[in-house]
């Protein structure tokens, strides 16, 4: 149904094989960014469900150059994935939080490549100002380029409770000011945050009215050596059942509109340091799951979306 898949949700990957006409994969770069929720700039200590990696996944040491973690990761997947062609990936904490100058150079770094097409920065609104995104938009001609912001939830209350450092206008504010300058915007949300179902598609409705170019799906989770952990062994939070994450997420991407693509529906962290639920280790019976869903359903991405 999406880009000549079978999908009934717009797959990202699916989108830029289908733009590229080619495997396309993100490359992952740590460039040793900090974060100024745990730095002591907003706050200590950072959000709650944030680990030592600052939601990093997986990839290379920011002991490599930039250059060298672009060179490995492409010899990586290419042998792994029959890759092709690939985006850098800035995901380690807020990648936006040095003086332009710095940035410049650093993302310059990560597209020195042939077989690099395209450039995603992960980020928070309040790392944000008007010299960066015209650097970040000075990229767009030559790379597909996007800037990801972490937002969680449109809810206040909850953004207060995850100890975020920021409000929704705060995120209103950056979202608009990077689209002024054409820039492709992700906007990661997370399910289970203390939140009822229908605060949760309070969110997916607003994000369908900004009309947001892409969306990653996570589903809260408890990794070693945070806060959340602790939280969580007070017996003070339940998490999603499987089942039930499988069904809200169904519901959520039927809000949204066809266009806006889907980065990410199930997500695990390192699985040697997950904690619970324990499901999320088994990423791929999610996804199997959530198309199952679907089709059970006679439902799609948009299905609730009206369009003007």
Not at 99 to 109: D, G, H, Q
Not at 189 to 216: H, R
Request: proline fraction near 2%.
């Amino acid at each position: 149904m999406f880009n000549n898949t079978d999908k009934r949700y717009n797959q990202y990957s699916a989108h830029l094989k289908n733009k590229f006409g080619a495997k396309v994969y993100k490359i992952t770069l740590d460039a040793g960014f900090s974060c100024p929720n745990r730095d002591g700039t907003i706050s200590t200590g950072g959000c709650i469900f944030c680990d030592e990696g600052g939601s990093f996944s997986q990839a290379h040491s920011n002991l490599l150059s930039i250059e060298q973690q672009v060179e490995t990761g492409i010899e990586t997947l290419s042998a792994r994935f029959k890759a092709q062609k690939f985006m850098s990936y800035f995901q380690a904490y807020s990648n936006t939080y040095k003086p332009v100058k710095e940035l410049e150079k650093i993302y310059n770094s990560a597209l020195n490549h042939p077989d690099i097409v395209g450039i995603s920065i992960g980020t928070r609104p309040d790392c944000i100002d008007n010299d960066k995104l015209n650097l970040i938009a000075s990229l767009k001609d030559d790379y597909y380029t996007w800037v990801e912001y972490g937002l969680q939830s449109i809810h206040n209350k909850t953004l207060e409770k995850i100890n975020r450092g920021h409000d929704f206008d705060c995120f209103l504010k950056a979202y608009e000011q990077t689209k002024e300058k054409g820039i492709n915007v992700c906007v990661h949300v997370i399910f289970g945050l203390w939140e009822t179902y229908d605060e949760i598609m309070q969110t997916a409705q607003k994000l369908a009215d900004l009309k947001v170019d892409g969306v990653k799906i996570h589903m809260l989770c408890a990794l070693e050596n945070t806060k959340l952990a602790n939280i969580y062994r007070a017996g003070e939070i339940d998490f999603m059942s499987e089942d039930e994450y499988v069904k809200t997420t169904c519901d959520f991407l039927e809000y949204l509109p066809k266009e806006t693509t889907i980065h990410r529906l199930a997500g695990n962290g390192l699985k040697q340091n997950l904690i619970a639920p324990r499901w999320l280790g088994a990423k791929f019976d999610c996804l199997n799951k959530i198309d199952k869903e679907f089709i059970k359903r006679n439902s799609h991405q948009g299905l609730k979306f009206i369009y003007n």
